[in-house]
């Protein structure tokens, strides 16, 4: 009796959860599931516009030898290395400053710390073009300040163009990330901090001791949510410095997704080729987020 | 001990107002850009000129204002919509009747969140191609539809739904599709705020998939627009500036309206 009453339930459950998913389900295995299968395919062919032919391996040979590749893969990795950690780090800092109950004008440095995270990625790329332009307002107050005695060419050279990118992404997401810190803090009991305070612990040892393992898996998602921004980034280059596959002076800022998009659709597309630089993404982005799980984990046993 | 006291709020407040310049600044060079010519601004210029009015102007003249608006407008909200429906009607679906099926199906779900765009777009394409459905609206909000990231808000905001709304709702012979249309949605007004927020300005700003499935001038949204508009070889920034205060005026104004659900919804994936 209790077995039937069992499964009469299940079916039950099944039957209208079925139907409640339902719509969600068949979009997601037509626009998601069938496409990373169908760019798995594709993978394997090669071809101008709509002659291509079965290569197999070939497009992963061409990947080793394709120095655009190479460039947008460093590219990404620069932006990954530098870019994530300074804004993690610069996020939890100020967060730590605002959890302060005593702090004077809390509301208005949380709302304007927070407010580039309103932006689109477009707009503000291209309001971070004009102040970084050569004349621009940037280089006229280091100029004025006395920190540079010449312009400094933010959108062209290749290494200042990095550091515009990377300087933009951390003004546009540090906020966002900083409010992720906040909400994990207000979780950790004041009594915590009290009771290292009587024992003579100092606020930086708070921090390290307290802080840091209480947010770790607010500093673990936050991570994780980062890296797959990073290795998709596409809009800021685009807008920012404009880097591209056409010319070589652009291929300083250009990344991944950037390739991806040019080889498919600027040239005559190669949609085999570019699939197959499009799973390089996916297999970072795996590896890094089984990384940072790795990290997170390990001392918690 | 005093003087170490002072020291260190002349570092925290220092710190702070560092932070809060840089962030701000942005959008007051945003403004005073709006009112300044092309050159003056390349120049550095960071006080009010008198070119406001004729900026706008020549927007006007540039690009089809109006429509380029009504165009986002439409995308943003009939994705929202539709988005909010099929996520929550999900997301409901998940939690409330969870079974052993439906949570290896949720799993492989959130899996997709995992993918990045980038490996889907090429197939999307060929696939909105072929079904003849390039440079319509319409393709350009389907494939988001029903985001992963969406339907896990909804089941895990669905978690403070009161099971005794359900079963009274059940004895007083609703159906379940109604349980969820009378008792639900209204009971979960600020979930539906929160994620419809989110959802609107993720396709109101959405920039890579419009860019490859919108190809006429009629179709294009107005972050389109003023993209192109900042790619030519001497863009106008004072126009330019205008369009963007126009583009970013709505979420700006959503966001000091309702900071509260806001928020909510970015940091709903923690809860």
């Known amino acids: 009796m209790k077995m039937i009453m069992k499964s009469k339930e299940f079916r039950r459950k099944l039957y209208y959860g079925g139907s409640f998913v339902l719509i969600a389900i068949i979009l997601t295995s037509v626009f998601a599931i069938y496409p990373i299968i169908n760019s ?60 302060d109950r005593k702090l004077i004008g809390k509301g208005f440095y949380r709302t304007a710390i927070f407010l580039p995270c309103v932006t689109s990625l477009v707009a503000y790329s291209i309001l971070f073009k004009s102040m970084f332009s050569v004349d621009g307002i940037v280089n006229q107050t280091l100029l004025f300040i006395g920190l540079i005695d010449q312009p400094i060419s933010w959108l062209r050279d290749a290494f200042w163009a990095k550091v515009t990118v990377v300087l933009a992404i951390t003004w546009r997401w540090t906020g966002y990330n900083m409010i992720f810190y906040l909400a994990g803090l207000q979780n950790i009991s004041p009594s915590i901090y009290e009771a290292a305070e009587i024992d003579g612990a100092s606020k930086v040892k ?24 990073t290795l998709q980034l596409f809009d800021e280059v ?64 | 001990m005093i003087v170490a006291k002072v020291f260190k709020n002349i570092f925290k407040y220092g710190f702070l107002n560092i932070a809060a310049f840089v962030s701000i600044f942005p959008f007051a060079w945003m403004i005073i850009g709006a009112t300044n010519s092309a050159t003056d601004i390349m120049k550095g210029k960071y006080t009010f000129g008198t070119e406001l009015i004729g900026n706008f102007q020549k927007l006007n003249e540039m690009i089809d204002l109006p429509l380029l608006f009504w165009n986002s407008t439409k995308i943003a909200v009939g994705g929202m ?41 090429i197939p999307l394409f060929r696939m909105f191609a ?47 599709i109604q349980i969820f249309f009378r008792i639900y949605v209204p009971t979960m007004k600020a979930t539906y705020a929160a994620a419809g927020i989110l959802s609107f300005m993720t396709f109101w700003n959405s920039y890579l998939w419009p860019l490859i499935i919108l190809q006429s001038e009629r179709q294009k949204t107005l972050t389109l627009a003023i993209s192109s508009l900042s790619s030519a070889y001497f863009p106008e920034y004072g126009v330019i500036m205008v369009a963007i205060i126009i583009a970013t005026a709505p979420t700006l104004i959503v966001f000091f309206l309702l900071q509260k659900h806001f928020v909510a919804g970015m940091l709903g994936s923690i809860k």
Not at chain 1, 263 to 271: D, E, G, M, T
Not at chain 1, 289 to 301: E, I, Y
Not at chain 2, 88 to 109: D, P, T
Not at chain 2, 143 to 153: G, K, S
């Open chain 1, 238 to 301: 685009v807008n920012l410095t404009g880097g591209g596959a056409s010319s070589p002076s652009l291929q300083a800022t250009i990344t991944l997704t950037q390739y991806i998009y040019d080889l498919s659709f600027k040239y005559v597309p190669n949609f085999g080729y570019a699939a197959t630089v499009s799973y390089v993404i996916v297999f970072f982005t795996a590896i890094l987020a089984v990384m940072q799980f790795r990290v997170a984990g390990d001392d918690r046993g």
């Open chain 2, 81 to 121: 919509v539709l988005q909010l429906l099929i996520a929550s009607l999900a997301g409901y679906g998940f939690e409330i009747y969870r079974n052993k099926i439906s949570e290896k199906v949720y799993g492989i779900l959130l899996l997709t969140m995992m993918v990045p765009f980038a490996a889907l777009m």
């Open chain 1, 206 to 229: 708070q921090f390290f001791y307290i802080t840091i393992p209480m947010l770790k898996p607010v500093i673990l998602f936050t991570s994780i949510m980062s890296t797959i921004g």
């Open chain 2, 130 to 176: 072929g079904a003849g459905m390039l440079d319509s609206h319409v393709g350009v909000i389907i494939p988001t539809l029903a985001m992963p990231f969406m339907i896990f808000f909804f089941r895990q905001n669905t978690k403070t739904f009161p099971n005794d709304l359900m079963y009274a709702a059940r004895v007083d012979g609703l159906s379940e």
């Open chain 1, 40 to 99: 798995l395919v594709l993978s394997t062919t090669s071809g101008k516009g709509v002659v291509t032919e079965f290569v197999g391996l070939g497009n992963v040979k061409r990947i080793l030898v394709d120095d655009v590749f190479k460039q947008a893969l460093k590219n990404t990795f620069i932006y990954f290395v530098f870019q994530v950690p300074i804004m993690l780090t610069l996020a939890l800092l100020l967060a730590t400053l605002l959890n």
